[in-house]
């Protein structure tokens, strides 16, 4: 009983981390290909993309560690 209690709270701790690893790899991915879009029609400098996605990545790390934070006390 408590063997299954475990494989439960595992499997849900993997689906939940996983799925926010994908979550937060997808929006760079899509933060990349629209800041290339928006350079590549002048509507943006390089400068300015780059600073944005420093400080999303910043962002994404921050909630990486409070999506870790929260998988613990699950």
Known sequence: RSLDAGVLRARTAAAFSSSMVFLMHSSIAVLLYLGGQFVLSGTLSLGDLSAFIL???????SFGFLVSAFDEFM
């Open 55 to 61: 400080y999303g990545i910043i962002a994404a790390v």
